[in-house]
T-cell receptor, first 114, second 114 residues
Framework: SQQGEEDPQALSIQEGENATMNCSYKTSINNLQWYRQNSGRGLVHLIL?????REKHSGRLRVTLDTSKKSSSLLITASRAADTASYFC??????????????FGKGTLLTVNP | DAGVIQSPRHEVTEMGQEVTLRCKPI?????LFWYRQTMMRGLELLIYFNNNVPIDDSGMPEDRFSAKMPNASFSTLKIQPSEPRDSAVYFCASSWVADTDTQYFGPGTRLTVL
């Protein structure tokens, strides 16, 4: 069953605008990760945020985590056409020794128009 | 580093045939994962190897699926006999055993079973 659910399913913006994607999950987590998948390619790891962290930055990416609401958001600032891809959140369970068992959502398809 | 290598990239076969997918993880990585991605079910973990030993195969859908890792640099996922519902993109991913948080994905094998 899906743990993470991304919202929206699809997002279309103009180059230079910010893009925000949300992820909700159901059970306690050790960490939450965001991945990007370009069409026809594998997934690329973007950023990981642990359950005791609230916010994390990496370049133009900003991730927040609210464990009380079981939700996370990914913000991409000053978007570029090259950011066009599907974005997935993945949760690692809280139970010890099972950090490997990532559960992925179905993704948000982001289209950045030039 | 060449990244995770998968072959073939595309496979078209007929129902009932045996299919073998191959994966070469990143050199030095001790953990290897096989995933399946479909529109309906998203990305699902099939099996996880640590130091060439299968640790978690709870995601393997049925006995028709089997996976092996004879050495640290090679793994196979076999489907015998294949069925049309096995059509999907199969990804292999690897990670350092000390950091199973970040998984590095291969480009995937798109399998079509007619």
């Amino acid at each position: 069953s899906q743990q993470g659910e991304e919202d929206p399913q699809a997002l279309s913006i103009q180059e230079g605008e910010n893009a925000t994607m949300n992820c909700s999950y159901k059970t306690s987590i050790n960490n939450l990760q965001w991945y990007r998948q370009n069409s026809g390619r594998g997934l690329v790891h973007l950023i990981l945020i642990r359950s005791n962290e609230r916010e994390k930055h990496s370049g133009r990416l900003r991730v927040t985590l609210d464990t009380s609401k079981k939700s996370s958001s990914l913000l991409i600032t000053a978007s570029r056409a090259a950011d066009t891809a599907s974005y997935f959140c993945a949760t690692a369970p809280y139970s010890g020794g099972s950090n490997y068992k990532l559960t992925f959502g179905k993704g948000t398809l982001l289209t950045v128009n030039p | 580093d060449a990244g995770v290598i998968q072959s073939p990239r595309h496979e078209v076969t007929e129902m009932g045939q045996e299919v073998t997918l191959r994966c070469k993880p990143i050199s030095g990585h001790n953990s290897l994962f096989w995933y399946r991605q479909t529109m309906m079910r998203g990305l699902e973990l099939l099996i996880y190897f640590n130091n060439n030993v299968p640790i978690d195969d709870s995601g393997m859908p049925e006995d028709r699926f089997s996976a092996k890792m004879p050495n640290a640099s090679f793994s196979t996922l076999k489907i015998q006999p294949s069925e049309p519902r096995d059509s999907a993109v199969y990804f292999c991913a690897s990670s350092w055993v000390a950091d199973t948080d970040t998984q590095y994905f291969g480009p995937g094998t798109r399998l079509t079973v007619l």
